[in-house]
């Protein structure tokens, strides 16, 4: 079934193979999925295939987090530099950072708790599910990678492991917003600095906070 | 920024690589449900008590992973004249699977041993590269080895614990599908040699005397 059609009968269904991905529901432990909410808002919600959720949650801590200087307090903070961290922090914007932090996480608990009851009902229903879709700008239809393979591609570049099994609003994000932070970074430089064994310098090129 | 790309770099690889996993499970899912729809006709004739002499008198019975090849292989025997309803395909079910589906909600994928790994290291990253600011090698190199110790911890830890599950873990390697072919003597060969060129693991005739 594509999308079953209104008289249809089948009321809950696995997975819809959609042009631009497949996107399916299965069983997840929802405290990783919050797990990766706090390593970064959003990021769970990318991981269910929610992602206009999970953009929005992503850019928007991208924004504070900027703003507000969080990256640089969090550093001063955990090396001992407390009064730098104090003064660092931009208490313009730090108030808004709590609440989104907070929320992402636990929408991402809540989401993934209710995903999998919905999994379980359209796991006993057992409706069919179209496995082939072709249109004018992709083709896309069930098949199996090796999990490993993906994983190194995205090692190597991240979202390409994503274009590999074919989950294009993932794959587009992860590729735009691994760029952007890692040049805004400087992570390029450093890791060419610290493999010549030139450590000075590679502490000074990295910007741990946009300026 | 800097502080930010341990997770979202984690992130990348473990999202690839579970949703291959769920991914490859969905196709399973999908092509045994074509099969058991498709290719257990009541029309086959098995090859034990039936003695009318309806079919063709030749078994080839040949074991298969779910993959396309599968449906390249039934739908080549078919295109050779051997009609649907003699070509017979079970998809075996899986032992581990069916059990650890229902069992709770939060045990997502009955083998998660990627999870605790992935986020040790993003963690670990996250730490050496904040104390790599104070430290001699820097940032980068201690994010690095941040990665590779949380990684082998969280491997560690999850081996350690998971151990019991062992024999489990051998038995997903079992066969998925069993496909079993009615066929006349003069076809057997070409059965065979289809087959075997789309991967089948195993291939025999069925010898009833």
């Given amino acids: 079934m594509d999308r079953p059609e209104s008289q249809s009968p089948v009321r809950r269904y696995l997975a819809y193979v959609g042009l631009l991905g497949t996107t399916q529901l299965h069983l997840r432990n929802p405290f990783m999925i919050a797990g990766w909410s706090l390593a970064f808002p959003g990021l769970g919600h990318l991981l269910v295939s929610k992602y206009i959720r999970g953009y929005l949650l992503f850019l928007w801590e991208i924004f504070v987090n900027v703003n507000g200087h969080i990256n640089l307090a969090i550093l001063y903070s955990f090396t001992g530099r407390f009064q730098m961290a104090k003064d660092v922090l931009d208490i313009n914007w730090v108030l808004l950072y709590i609440p989104t932090y907070i929320f992402a996480a636990w929408d991402a608990y809540r989401t993934t708790v209710d995903l999998n ?46 274009i590999l099994i074919h989950r294009i609003p993932g794959a587009l994000f992860i590729i735009i917003t691994s760029i952007a932070v890692f040049q805004q970074a ?7 600095f610290a493999f010549l064994g030139q450590f000075e310098y590679d502490k000074s090129v990295i910007n741990p906070q946009c300026s | ?9 984690m992130f990348a690889i473990y999202d690839a690589y579970v949703n291959t996993v769920s991914n490859n499970k969905l196709f399973d899912w999908e092509q045994s449900k074509f099969l ?37 292989a039934i739908t080549a025997i078919q295109m050779k004249g051997i009609a649907k309803e003699n070509i017979l395909g079970v998809p075996m079910d899986k032992r581990s699977e069916d059990i650890k589906l229902f069992d709770s909600i939060h045990s997502a994928d009955g083998l998660s041993l990627f999870d605790l790994p992935i986020i040790l290291a993003a963690v670990f990253c996250l730490l050496g590269s904040i104390y790599g600011f104070l430290l001699t090698w820097g940032p980068v190199l201690w994010g690095i080895i941040g990665i590779l110790v949380g990684f082998s911890l969280g ?18 390697k079992a066969t998925e599908v069993v496909l079993i072919i009615d066929c006349k003597e003069n076809q057997l060969e070409m059965v065979k040699d289809l087959l075997w060129e789309h991967h089948a693991l195993g291939v025999r005739k069925l010898n009833i005397n």
């Avoid at chain 1, 009902?121 to 990678?145: C, P, S």
């Avoid at chain 2, 920024?1 to 770099?9: A, D, Q, V």
């Avoid at chain 2, 080839?60 to 390249?72: A, Q, R």
């Fill in chain 2, 36 to 72: 058991k729809k498709n290719y257990e006709n009541k029309n086959f004739n098995m090859p034990f008590g039936k003695a009318d002499g309806s079919g063709e008198g030749m078994y080839i019975v040949s074991t298969f992973d779910h993959s396309n090849y599968l449906e390249l």
């Fill in chain 1, 186 to 192: 400087k992570i390029l430089p450093a890791i060419h």
């Fill in chain 2, 155 to 172: 491997l560690v830890i999850k081996l350690i614990t998971t151990k019991k599950y062992d024999n489990r873990q051998k038995k997903l």
């Fill in chain 1, 117 to 162: 009851h919905q999994y379980i009902l359209a796991a006993r229903e057992d409706a069919e599910v179209k496995m082939f879709n072709i249109g004018q700008l992709e083709i896309n239809y069930l098949d199996k990678r090796t999990p490993w393979n993906s994983a190194a591609w995205s090692a190597m570049m991240p979202g390409l492991g994503q």
């Fill in chain 2, 1 to 9: 920024m800097f502080l930010n790309i341990p997770s979202i770099y």
